[in-house]
């Protein structure tokens, strides 16, 4: 099985296939994943809210690092790719209980550097939570 028909059949449950231990503590369930594009939808836990009890930007930054990795492993490419930076606008919050869409877009695929972008929306679509922007360095280190 290919990494992208590995996460789509996780579609509509948690994707408890990660390779990675973090996504896997993240517990994102797969809305739809295609080549360049996921949507993962998670609920805001306890353990991911600051002390206001809101959604920690750090985790924010996370689920956006996190995502867009993913969504790069639906090239299929042998080697891992590594982040080189996250750029992350906040515009508003949510709270522990709710539930969150992440949605990745491939800006530019090159053959080193690619740009993804993510946006983290509440449960609705009708306001956005957060949007970053990465730069990842395909490495020579094989992929898991």
Known sequence: MTA??????????????SPSPFTRWLKPIVV???V??????????KE???PV??????VSAAIIDDIIGATLFS??????????????????????????TA????????GRISNVQCEIWNADHNRMIARGY??????NKPRI
């Open 53 to 58: 009890h809101i959604l920690h930007g750090g």
């Open 75 to 100: 090239y299929e490419e042998p080697n891992f790719y590594t982040t080189l930076n996250n750029v992350i606008d906040y515009f508003s919050t949510a709270s522990e209980g709710d539930m969150i």
């Open 103 to 110: 949605e990745t877009l491939v800006i530019k695929k090159g």
């Open 32 to 34: 739809s994943a295609d």
């Open 134 to 139: 990465s730069n990842l360095l395909l490495t």
């Open 4 to 17: 992208l028909e590995v996460i789509r059949s996780f579609t509509g449950r948690e994707f408890s296939g």
């Open 48 to 50: 991911m809210t600051n």
């Open 36 to 45: 360049g594009r996921l949507v993962f939808r998670y609920q805001v836990r």
